[in-house]
């Protein structure tokens, strides 16, 4: 071994793993003892050996560190909104700067919810199944398993409201008897 890794030793590292903000006491719990078992640390260390924050936390700590780049200062507030896959956090936070420095402080208590946009993608697929109504039932396994992966990995990311998107349908015989061109 040579260089940094010569020099390496875990138990001179503090670890800091997010959180969603909606997870109990038992969940961090259990993610403390993941820990463990991966071996990141052991169950005699010091608990601060691994702090566990939730990702709003995070995400507004990142702020408070680039306060200079968003132009807040003392008593400014800002929300922090993480929208995930599978939920929405939201929180709001104060500026307060001292002597000591700049403090954040929560104005409000975090507030998640299981509205993240994987809900999106399921509504795709029933919208999906609900145009194609009975034709569905005719079309290789993959087709909207594909349709909904499209538009997960390259219409939502980018959606804006403001032009139109579009999915490419694959030519195939489970189309030939629509009639209605409006079900599509």
Not at 18 to 36: E, G, H, Y
Not at 38 to 54: E, K, N, T, V, W
Not at 115 to 135: N, T
Request: proline fraction near 4%; hydrophobic fraction near 40%; aromatic fraction near 8%.
């Amino acid at each position: 071994m040579r260089g940094f890794a010569k020099n390496f030793q875990r138990d001179h590292f503090r670890y800091c793993l997010t959180v969603p903000a909606m997870w109990s006491d038992r969940a961090k719990n259990v993610m403390r003892q993941a820990a463990v078992k991966a071996g990141l640390i052991r169950d005699s260390d010091h608990p601060d050996r691994l702090m566990l924050i939730s990702e709003p936390e995070a995400a507004a700590l990142y702020c408070e560190r680039k306060c200079d780049q968003f132009d807040l200062g003392h008593g400014d507030r800002f929300m922090i909104c993480d929208a995930g896959g599978g939920t929405v956090d939201l929180i709001v936070f104060e500026i307060a700067v001292t002597s000591a420095g700049r403090r954040l402080s929560e104005v409000t208590k975090g507030h998640g919810a299981s509205c993240g946009s994987v809900f999106l993608d399921r509504h795709m697929r029933r919208l999906l199944e609900a145009k194609f109504g009975h034709h569905a039932a005719n079309f290789p396994a993959n087709i909207i398993p594909n349709l909904v992966d499209t538009f997960a990995d390259a219409i939502k990311p980018q959606f804006d409201g403001l032009e139109d998107q579009f999915l490419q349908l694959p030519a195939n015989r489970c189309f030939e008897d629509l009639e209605d061109q409006e079900a599509i």
